[in-house]
């Protein structure tokens, strides 16, 4: 069984930048796509971005393409997602999925974090 553990949330202030990292636990994850997704208070679980399982394709929503990279560890069992500019509108709860497919679908991921708190306060 996969497990992915997310890290690196914290409560920063706007504009600032902050990198988030997920780790696996098995290294089948190098084979599989990892994405990270998000959920504010309130509202549903949104994509934010993916990247395949080379690190060479990588989807991120269109609101965020400007501030938010997604990337991967040599190792390619470690995703990371950095933020910049920061406002407050990007508190909430930031999930790590892994999946073999490559998308940008919340159903099609079969692993998941537990996720990492990011607070922005203004």
């Known amino acids: 069984q996969v497990q992915l553990v997310e890290s690196g949330g914290r409560q920063v202030q706007t504009g600032d930048s902050l990198t988030l990292s997920c780790t696996a636990s098995?290294?089948?994850?190098?084979?599989?796509?990892m994405a990270w997704f998000r959920q504010a208070p309130g509202k549903e679980r949104e994509f934010v971005a993916s990247?395949?399982?080379?690190?060479?394709?990588?989807l991120v929503a269109p609101s965020k393409k400007e501030r938010f990279t997604i990337s991967r560890g040599y190792a390619k069992t470690t995703a990371h997602l950095q933020m910049s500019s920061l406002k407050p509108e990007d508190t909430a709860v930031y999930y790590c999925?892994?999946?073999?497919?490559?998308?940008?679908?919340?159903?099609?991921?079969?692993?998941w974090g537990q996720g990492t708190q990011v607070t922005v306060s203004s």
């Open positions: 098995d290294s089948s994850v190098s084979r599989y796509a």
């Open positions: 990247i395949n399982w080379a690190g060479g394709s990588r």
């Open positions: 999925a892994a999946d073999s497919r490559f998308t940008s679908d919340i159903d099609s991921y079969s692993y």
